[in-house]
């Protein structure tokens, strides 16, 4: 309480007292609930809005304006992580156009993995996720995990943000192509970092078109009904809960514990790259709302044994079946079963994996549920070659067809491998349908028809996708949509 010595001359009016941090909070929290649709949440946080009016803008915008599938999708992929990113946003005071980042970079796919090696949905390189701290071994990837990967970010652009000159279109430019790129940009223009303005800058096409299309994006979500898109309305509370575990567990037993499908327990946790969480840590599983007191109470319930952990063990030269099934405590059939081999020939080099449970029940379920587990565990995105392979044995390996390996790789189908080198298998969720060439396609472009991905178009006309790609200004990443045009011969030739 604040006390005032009464004279003549005091002024009795109460002065207007700057808000308590309690009353500061409490207008913000108010403020966040006083929005239904997180949409309009974003929108009222836009800080960037003096660069919308711009050309380069405009343009990008036209590519966005109509294609409700487009959005669709963004939203449907979005929903369960948006809520969180946004809070993070707004508690570190940022623009909220940095959460139309994931749309620009991933299309919002956690899983998204591009022709340079970029992953998640911030799409980080290797090595500047280490050196902010993701987490990256063989049974998980922070750059796939939402919210490890969302702090990492956000990190990067505030240290970007400050890099620059406190000038947020610098920085969003240089998380694109680098810092390094942008500051030999400004070089070349003559200007220095303290002058330097971004549509002045130059830079790549790609970096040119990449802040243009998050301003594009912010400007279509500010009046979405002028542009002629419906964006799905994304209820604005938390959706999910992270339920700490405190000790390895089957993502499949979790899942039932959970009493939710696999696949959408899978899609919730998209940093575990393998059937279980880490064998130390991260082991937090996301779940909905509704499904976390099932999951909890399940692990309460449990006993020490009957958690199934795992374990990799890398195939020795001599080994066998038997043998391995011997030393690790084991049955030949769970082997075989868990790791789908056929017969008893083991590759040395290649990896098995282990499971660990003193209760012969849950090895029984491992066996009897083996093929549903077969339909749910994806080609792994990346596959590492090793000695001796070749597209043909990756090929039968996984069930795939050698020539849509290398169309999506950009190699040829007599490419020789090397140990070591990486092949993307992303595409193999996508069909790739026997179409007949419709006589409404022209010499130069191909009308998008629903189920296409650039990976179809190009095996359709035998053209090597980074070309397809090249032509049509786009990266592996980018959605098309039904009724899009996409050239199908070089601009040169037009």
């Known amino acids: 309480m604040i006390e005032i010595e009464m004279t003549d001359q005091v002024d009795l009016t109460e002065p207007e007292l700057p808000p308590t941090p309690l009353v500061i909070v409490a207008e913000e929290q108010n403020l966040i609930e006083s929005f239904d649709d997180l949409w309009e949440r974003l929108q009222a946080n836009f800080l ?3 660069h919308y009016e711009n050309r380069a803008v405009d343009d990008q915008l036209t590519n966005y304006i109509h294609n409700q599938d487009y959005f669709d999708r963004i939203a449907e992929r979005a929903e369960p992580f948006l809520f969180w990113i946004v809070g993070e ?3 570190r005071e940022l623009p909220m156009e940095l959460a139309l980042l994931p749309i620009v970079e991933s299309t919002f796919n956690p899983n998204a993995y591009s022709p340079k090696h970029a992953v998640g949905l911030w799409q980080f390189m290797g090595p500047t996720a280490k050196s902010f701290g993701l987490q990256q071994d063989w049974w998980y990837d922070g750059r796939r995990d939402p919210r490890a990967s969302t702090i990492a970010a956000l990190d990067f652009l505030e240290q970007l943000y400050l890099e620059f000159n406190q000038n947020w279109l610098l920085a969003l430019a240089a998380y694109n192509t680098g810092s390094g790129n ?3 940009a400004i070089k ?4 220095t970092i303290d002058i330097a303005e971004f549509w002045s800058l130059p830079l790549a096409n790609e970096t040119k ?3 243009p299309k998050i301003l594009a994006l912010a400007k279509l979500i500010s009046n979405s009904q002028r542009y002629g898109i419906e964006l799905s309305a994304i209820a604005n509370e938390e959706q999910l809960v992270l339920v700490e575990i405190d000790s390895q567990i089957d993502l499949s037993q979790a899942a039932n514990l959970a009493d939710l499908d696999y696949g959408e327990l899978r899609r919730l946790n998209p940093g575990y790259l393998q059937w279980a969480t880490h064998p130390d840590n991260p082991q937090v599983i996301a779940v909905p709302i509704k499904n976390a007191e099932s999951l909890q109470q399940g692990i309460a319930n449990l006993g020490p044994d009957r958690f199934i952990t795992w374990d990799r063990y890398e195939i020795q030269p001599g080994d066998t079946l038997g043998g391995i099934a011997i030393k690790l405590g084991t049955e030949i059939e769970v082997l075989t079963s868990v790791n789908q081999i056929q017969g008893s020939r083991i590759i040395a080099g290649d990896s098995l994996l282990v499971a660990r449970t003193t209760d012969l029940s849950l090895l029984s379920n491992i066996k009897r549920n083996n093929q549903n587990r077969r339909n749910t565990i994806p080609v792994p995105n990346i596959y590492t070659i090793r000695n001796g392979d070749n597209l043909w044995k990756i ?3 996984f069930d795939l067809k050698s020539r849509a390996i290398a169309n999506w790789n950009g190699i040829s189908i007599d490419s020789t491998l090397q140990p070591g080198q990486e092949l993307n298998l992303e595409f193999t969720d996508r069909k790739i349908p026997n179409q007949r060439i419709s006589a409404t396609d022209t010499a ?5 028809r629903s189920g296409d991905a650039m990976i179809v178009i190009a095996s359709k006309f035998n053209i090597d996708l980074p070309k397809l ?3 049509n200004n786009m990266t592996a990443k980018d959605l098309i949509f039904p009724g899009q045009l996409i050239r199908i011969t070089p601009p040169e030739l037009n």
């Open 209 to 211: 078109a990449h802040v």
């Open 188 to 191: 070349q223009a003559g200007m």
């Open 395 to 397: 090929a039968r390996r």
């Open 89 to 91: 946003i707004e508690r």
């Open 48 to 50: 960037l809005g003096m």
């Open 182 to 184: 942008v500051k030999r």
């Open 444 to 448: 130069s472009e191909y009308k998008v």
């Open 469 to 471: 790609l090249t032509w």
